[in-house]
């Protein structure tokens, strides 16, 4: 990671570790649920989406509009061809908003309020957060891809949707264009206010939520201590980012709708 402020995220990322136990703790329900997804692991973690009120989405895999339901691994490999300019990056918008949205009804209204809001600048404002990701392409940097999306680095001087050379979209908010990122970006990690709560709750980090739990406007640098406190959290549990992610998201047990759209 390239983040000019990785070191200073990195150790503030360190005071809010978790204890032994509460690492222990992780490292079980990491096992429990890894053992549900089966060989393939995150890969396969399904959602259930209505095809029809999509409109037949093109771009996704044979399977996926005939079984109405589609796995973390198909949108990463989308986001793979995308990484590698095989495909349009709104062909990833569009699956990871599928995949973000799932049975939530009102996914398909946002995507179209974003495509009428960004235009013909769609495209390229998608493409310029990616070339902020790779500007060293043997580094990848997630942090520089979110603020590009943020539009700049501080919360109370983001440049207006649209504005280049950033890539604000509006209506586009961190808990999906992170989920943008996860699947196009090496380190990469989805931020929503579920993970958002979860990560307070075991680590008391300030600035994720409010008092009654919504979520705040994380800034690139927040994003950054995030990334960092789930690489160490997930060292800590024996256990891989992103399966700590998706544990954090829905521990094993949990009667949560997986498939509800997390923002």
């Keep these: 990671m390239a983040y000019e402020w990785d070191e200073q995220a990195s150790k503030e990322a360190a005071s809010y570790a978790v204890s032994r136990a509460g690492a222990d703790a992780l490292r079980g329900q990491c096992s429990v649920k890894a053992a549900g997804l089966g060989a393939d692991g995150v890969r396969s973690h399904p959602v259930s989406f209505p095809v029809a009120a999509w409109n037949g989405p093109g771009g996704l895999p044979e399977g996926v509009p005939r079984t109405g339901c589609i796995t973390r691994g198909d949108v990463l490999d989308i986001g793979q061809q995308v990484r590698d300019r095989g495909r349009p990056a709104t062909d990833l918008l569009v699956a990871s908003f599928i995949w973000g949205w799932g049975a939530a009804g009102y996914g398909p209204r946002r995507l179209g309020d974003i495509y009428a809001a960004a235009g013909i600048q769609l495209e390229s404002s998608l493409r310029r957060a990616l070339d902020a990701v790779n500007a060293n392409p043997a580094s990848p940097d997630p942090v520089a891809g979110y603020a590009s999306l943020y539009g700049g680095n501080d919360d109370h001087d983001r440049a207006a949707p649209g504005q280049e050379p950033w890539s604000r979209l509006r209506g586009y908010g961190s808990a999906f264009f992170t989920k943008f990122l996860y699947f196009s970006t090496p380190g990469a990690l989805i931020l929503d206010n579920r993970l958002a709560n979860a990560v307070h709750k075991l680590s008391r980090m300030p600035h994720l ?15 950054a201590v995030y990334l960092r406190w789930m690489k160490q959290t997930a060292q800590a549990a024996g256990t891989q980012p992103e399966l700590l992610e998706l544990t954090l998201f829905q521990p094993p047990g949990e009667l949560a709708d997986e498939n509800g759209a997390a923002e």
């Design 209 to 223: 939520v409010t008092g009654n739990r919504q979520s705040l406007a994380w800034t690139p640098y927040r994003y």
